[in-house]
């Protein structure tokens, strides 16, 4: 009776909200078509997963036979639902689960034809004492997935038995490879999870919760281990009839509602109620991505560690740190030939420090830091208005990247330290309205314009101890305040430092400046106080033509003092021939006459 009723409420939630992969990749015939496609199926998995959710709830209410492995039929496939245990499931414990799903292939390998979904406290264990190699069907007929759900999730190997997931497609005995029909993808929502001496390959599509390895936040408890109250939800009204009828009772009713006498309240049944935002955390070492719609995505998660590791080939972004990603490191992590950035830092994520990595070859930019609020006014979802920050890139080597190298977009105490960035449009960018951005010991090398900008009311910014080699412009300044103090600027082809707009308050001081182009130090576009100092320019060699370099010093004060001097020079030059040419009395033509005796 019991598993008719769930399996009713499951059939009444999941049917509801099913879709259906289509038949054939090849439907495709437009971008829309395939991004409506793509799009939808991001819908199914979402009300697939909530249905799954709620159905699990009540299962745990339940007990009984629901505290152990179940299967879910979830509308074109099915869910087997793994329940806390005190031990991780294992290969072998999937096996007996699932015996029709979960199959061993002749070359050793394990193919996955069902969802697998952890429970509030569930742990899943996939690895194997000679190597595990996981695939994960995915066709033009459908795909599955491995989704955590508070749940902890293992993905381990060793250096001689490394662990493989991968999409597969069980008809053409290869990876998917298209995206436009969905594919198989790995995600943890909440709770923990570990990945170590493994790969992931070729999964993901559309979003980045479906992007292919994807570590996102949960509205639920992480974990199914909150000691409650054990009491029924009527034991106050029910305590209230008794003493109503005994004539005991003191509280006023209305109805089968009755205020509680004074004295010690009854705990409620809290076992639905829903504490706040709840993060994902964890830990990848020495693993590698690649082939996936995007590399990996964070979200929601605090304490992540990655390390070691490589991000590569993947369709968009490489590593995303999304909304209220906090406290991550990432180091010795290298991302590279991506369709979009390296390394994306987005607004919300703060507090977050990448090392010693590696971005290269990427399709946007190696590594870009985007700490922009929210929102910035009244907002439906009444987001906070401030920027977020304290992130740090540091020690790493960034090259040949399509746009940038480094791009800072707004945010608060942005450190940008002992990077190595060559190739790119341009170097390190920091822009729209960034504070504090400290920019410092970094080598720029080769950038098609600027080797380091700051531009579009960045404040309080600082330029230090740079050397940039080899590019159009060493160091620009727009409209921003920074100071610009002992970097080193050779080979520049048009300006060393350029200061332009509205740079009131920036210093530029202590610099050594050489190469070949209009100006060494082009400060005739800036407005405002600049202080400028000490600057060593004795290797630039000027290009500029005779009229350019007229109008660079032709300033109206300019123009005025040299007219003074001129006059000056007249007057000197004037005295000096009258005294050559002999002494005249200055009032000889005013003498009287003298008339003859």
Known sequence: MRYRMIAAVAAALIGAGAVTAPASADDSTTTTEAAERQAALVVGEDTR???????TSVARMKGGDWTKPYRLDTGDGYTLVLTQQKEPYTVADLLKLAPQTFVRQPDGSYLLTENIYLNLGAKLR??????????????????VSIVSFGGDLMIDGSVQAPTKIMSWDPRTSATDTLVDDGRAYIRAIGGQFSMTYA???DLGFWSGRTGGLSLTGTDRPNTGGVEQTKVSGNTARDKAKQERRNGTSVAPGAGDIYASPTGDLVAPDTRFDVPGLSYVSGSIDHATISGNAFGLFISGATGVNITDSTVAESLEDGVVMHRFASSLVIEKVTSRNNGGDGFVLSRA???????????DHNGGNGITVNGLPLAEDASASGQFVGAYGSNTVANSEVSHNARYGIEVIGGINVDVQNNEVTGSEAGIVARQGADRVTITGNRVSGAVRHGIAVRDEVTAATVTG????????????RDSSAEVRGNTVEEATNHGIAMVGAVDGSVVSHNVISGVGPSALDLSRADGDLTAADNQAGAWYDTSSFWVKFRHYASPMTMLWTAIVLAIAFSAVMGARRRRTGFFHPYENTKSLRVAA
């Open 49 to 55: 997963l909530n249905a799954v959710r709620a159905v």
């Open 126 to 143: 996939l690895s194997n004492p000679g190597g595990l190699t996981l695939k994960l069907a995915s066709s033009a007929t459908g795909f």
């Open 199 to 201: 790969s992931v390959e």
């Open 349 to 359: 994520a703060q507090q977050v420090r990448i090392s010693d990595a590696v971005a």
């Open 466 to 477: 740079n050397i940039v080699t080899d590019v159009d412009n060493g160091v620009y300044v």
